[in-house]
């Protein structure tokens, strides 16, 4: 069992850059493939970017490709999510999720992951 606690969030300006942190508690963080999803008003909760248990295989929506970076501190088990050049189509509660497993496996698929945390709010006003 495996607690993810997000921080970071907040209000920001279009143009601008946020850093979300998600902690992880309990199991050897290390073994735990992670990844970000988002869900604005209305919608569904989407894919954002994941990262593998050692850091070393990242993948990312389209939507994010180029401005948002994950990476990953297994000495203080924490994952964050880097955002830049910000826009209001990126609001959303963006959530962190992992799974137990070794290798370069990733998903984009929330029903992968086994553990989710309670999310963040992020607003990006025009």
């Known amino acids: 069992q495996v607690q993810l606690v997000e921080s970071g969030g907040g209000l920001v300006q279009a143009g601008g850059s946020l850093r979300l942190s998600c902690a992880a508690s309990?199991?050897?963080?290390?073994?735990?493939?992670m990844g970000w999803f988002r869900q604005a008003p209305g919608k569904e909760r989407e894919f954002v970017a994941a990262?593998?248990?050692?850091?070393?295989?990242?993948n990312y929506a389209d939507s994010v490709q180029c401005r948002f970076t994950i990476s990953r501190d297994n000495a203080k088990n924490t994952v964050y999510l880097q955002m830049n050049s910000l826009k209001p189509e990126d609001t959303a509660v963006y959530f962190c999720?992992?799974?137990?497993?070794?290798?370069?496996?990733?998903?984009?698929?929330?029903?992968?992951?086994?553990?989710w945390g309670q999310g963040t709010q992020v607003t990006v006003s025009s």
């Open positions: 999720a992992a799974r137990d497993i070794y290798g370069k496996f990733t998903s984009q698929t929330t029903s992968w992951y086994d553990y």
């Open positions: 990262i593998n248990w050692s850091g070393g295989s990242a």
């Open positions: 309990g199991r050897a963080f290390e073994s735990y493939a």
